[in-house]
Every structure is written in C-alpha cells, then in structure tokens.
C-alpha cells in the first residue's frame, strides 16, 4: 500500500498559487494519484486526479513526475474560500487488486486575505 | 451528494451499549467504506467492503464489525462503545473500476459518553 507524506499546514494569500506537493515512494503500477478538499463539517469531495504528466481541469492541476514518487496540486489564484484540507490518495480498485484506500494525514490550507 | 445517505447524522450513547450507523447508497457502486476522522489524525479506515457479504478491514478495525447483505447498505456496529469511539464517522463508495474516485456522505458524529 501506497504510504503519503504531506506538510501538515500551508499559508497563503488571496490571489496567490499554492501548489501542495504529496510525496509516495512506493506508489504501485495501477495506482492513480487523487486529491481530496475536505471543509469543517463535510466529507472530503474529489478535486482532481492523474496517472502520470499533467492534468487540468477547472478548478487544479495536478502535476505528476516520471517515476510518479511524488505529485503536487496546483491552485490558481486562491480566494478565502479554498481555505481547507486537501487530502493525497494513492490506490486502486482494480478486482482483486486493491479496496484498501488509506488517506494521509493531510494539508491544511490557510488562505488570508 | 452522490445518492449517500449516512444515518442517523448525530448520537450520544453510554459507555458499553451497542451502536449500529447507516450507510445507504443509490448508485449501485461495489465499494463501500468505513472512516473515521478525529482531530489530528485524518480519515482513518475502518472496514471497507468489495461487494455483497464481501468486507475486510482498514487500519484501525478493532472494536467495529460491519455487514453488506445488499449492495445499496453497509452497517456499522460498535459492539460495545468506548469514549474512544467517540469520533465522526463517514461513509463512502466507489465504483471499483480501477481509476477511482471516492463519493462521501455527511458523516455521523458519534458521542460516547
């Protein structure tokens, strides 16, 4: 299984970009990289994920490097609003392959204004 | 969110009584979790299960069993409650294709007192 190391806070300002990074040494062949934004009193809900290069979508990136030990999420110009927990998931589903998803300790993100 | 019902959504029982929480789903997803999340430590998993009567345990699994005799419910069942079960307890399912992204209930908060 998969073992994910994240900074345990970060701060930032209103507009600027925060990229967290998630390391995973022993991320596994069939293993997808997934992150997670979590606020108070929620569940955590999908943000983005990635096999390997880059992804984008609407709201991240994720950037992902050749030998895949590591992954960073990119936000773009933050707003108070992306002031959360942003939670590494390295796994997979594949039958009889994997089920056991085990989440980091995860990222608190302060953003000030 | 994602056809996830998580019941009851709050509780307080007594040191040593039994406790069974809910998870119902309408998405006819194979996997079902188990997390818990306390202060400091994240989500931790607890039973995840990979279809019908098919469960397996997480990392902190001591102290809980868990049931799937339908694809839409997972039951979560503290035998007998501790102050140290005393947590907020989410659900969450998955399709089980491979690239998998987690869908999260609302969570139950569990007091033992």
């Known amino acids: 299984l998969a073992k994910t190391t994240q900074p345990i806070s970060m701060d930032s300002y209103e507009g600027q970009e925060v990229n967290i990074t998630c390391s995973h040494n022993?991320?596994?062949?069939?293993?997808?990289i997934t992150w997670y934004q979590q606020f108070p009193s929620q569940g955590p809900r999908f943000i983005i994920q990635?096999?390997?290069t880059k992804v984008t979508n609407e709201v991240a990136s994720l950037f992902i490097p050749a030998d895949r030990k590591s992954s960073t999420l990119s936000l773009p110009r933050v707003s108070l609003s992306d002031t959360a927990v942003y939670y590494c998931?390295?796994?997979?589903?594949?039958?009889?392959?994997?089920?056991?998803?085990?989440f980091g300790q995860g990222t608190e993100l302060s953003v000030k204004p | 969110d994602a056809g996830i019902t998580q019941s009851p959504r709050h509780k307080v029982t007594e040191t040593g009584t039994p406790v069974t929480l809910r998870c119902h789903q309408t998405?006819?997803?194979?996997?079902m979790y188990w997390y818990r999340q306390d202060p400091g430590h994240g989500l931790r998993l607890i039973h995840y299960?990979?279809?019908?009567?098919?469960?397996d345990k997480g990392e902190v699994s001591d102290g809980y069993s868990v049931s799937r005799s339908k694809t839409e419910d997972f039951l979560l069942t503290l035998e007998s409650a501790t102050s140290s079960q005393t947590s907020v307890y989410f659900c969450?399912?998955?399709?089980?294709?491979?690239?998998?992204?987690?869908?999260f209930g609302s969570g139950t908060q569990l007091s033992v007192l």
């Open positions: 969450a399912i998955s399709t089980g294709t491979g690239n998998e992204k987690l869908f």
């Open positions: 990635g096999y390997k």
């Open positions: 998931l390295v796994g997979t589903l594949v039958y009889n392959q994997g089920g056991k998803l085990i």
């Open positions: 022993n991320i596994a062949t069939n293993d997808y």
């Open positions: 998405e006819n997803h194979r996997y």
């Open positions: 299960s990979y279809g019908v009567k098919d469960t």
